[in-house]
């Protein structure tokens, strides 16, 4: 009767291992699915701050919004922009949407596609700041925030740099 009785409990015995073994696997592919997806995670991150950080990138200078300030407290009506930015800009330019060709407005070679491409739609203009030889800055104003489209291309000297609002589209114009 005992050798029945071994008999009979062995099946299970084996059943019962397999099922644990079987158990393990599972738990161990899983475990190693989980640090592969960790690490899959942590090594974007890195490459993300190591790669993209190293990026240039244009702050939106303080006077930014001291333009679009100006603009609102004059009613939209006119733009003084002889007191903004360092005093080292001699003139100042401006790109309308659509219209990348600072190098011709300069009249010296500086791209503004080397520092945004906001310009490949019609949602902003470029307002660049310099000197008769280089770049001192810019700015990408918002046309929903005072639009100088009509001004493209052109520049002004920092002296005559009051610009009206042109009454039939509301862009900022020189008078």
């Known amino acids: 009767m005992q050798k029945n009785r071994k008999a009979a409990a062995t099946p299970f015995r084996r059943n019962w291992r397999r099922e644990s073994e079987s158990n393990m ?9 989980i ?4 690490a899959t995670f942590v090594i974007g ?18 006077y ?4 679009w300030k100006q603009i609102e407290q004059s009613d939209y009506e006119y733009v003084d922009l002889e007191e903004f930015g360092s005093d ?9 949407p659509y ?4 190098s011709s407005a300069l009249g010296f070679s500086w791209e503004i596609t080397d520092f945004t491409n906001t310009l490949s739609s019609d949602g902003h203009n470029v307002l660049i700041f310099a000197t008769d030889s280089e770049v001192v800055d810019f ?7 005072g639009d100088f489209w009509e001004m493209s291309g052109k520049c002004l000297d920092r002296k005559n740099s009051k610009l009206l609002r042109n009454k039939n589209n509301a862009s900022f114009i020189k008078q």
């Open 88 to 96: 080292r800009w001699q003139r100042v330019c401006f790109l309308g």
């Open 45 to 62: 991150g890195l490459t993300g701050i190591l790669f993209v950080g190293d990026l240039d990138r244009v702050d939106i200078p303080e």
């Open 139 to 145: 700015i990408i104003q918002s046309r929903s925030h």
């Open 99 to 102: 219209n990348g060709d600072s």
């Open 35 to 38: 640090v592969i997806l960790i």
């Open 64 to 67: 930014n919004y001291e333009l």
């Open 25 to 33: 696997n599972k738990s161990i592919i899983t475990f190693l699915g």
